[in-house]
């Protein structure tokens, strides 16, 4: 299982950001798929999921209007669009799935929200 993500760098306020989740070495199309973020001192809290067929996602209330999650099946990849950044979104950001019980997670990318 491979899971890598990137995308992350610094940004001013208001800016967007686009992470991605390139995935290899399990059945891609049979998983839900998250993105989860942990900032310094702070729990890791999920972000946003997107079901395995696609056709649902869910979004933290701190991010909902801001942040779109998607994937694409033909390439393994799974995708975070990140508008209208603020400071409080400020956190590694990291992909995730989970079978039979056990996450298993990117390395992440770091975002960093500052002036």
């Known amino acids: 299982v491979r899971i890598v993500d990137s995308g992350g760098g610094l940004v001013q306020p208001g800016a967007s950001l686009r992470l991605s989740c390139a995935a290899s070495?399990?059945?891609?199309?049979?998983?839900?798929i998250k993105w989860y973020r942990q900032a310094v001192g702070k729990e890791r809290e999920l972000v946003a999921l997107?079901?395995?067929?696609?056709?649902?996602?869910t979004y933290a209330d701190s991010v909902r209007g801001r942040f779109t999650i998607s994937r694409d099946d033909v390439k393994f990849e799974a995708y975070l669009q990140m508008n209208n950044l603020k400071p409080e979104d400020t956190a590694v950001y990291y992909c995730n799935y989970r079978k039979l019980g056990y996450d298993y997670w990117g390395q992440g990318t770091q975002v960093t929200v500052s002036s």
């Open positions: 070495g399990f059945t891609f199309t049979s998983y839900h």
């Open positions: 997107i079901t395995k067929d696609g056709s649902n996602t």
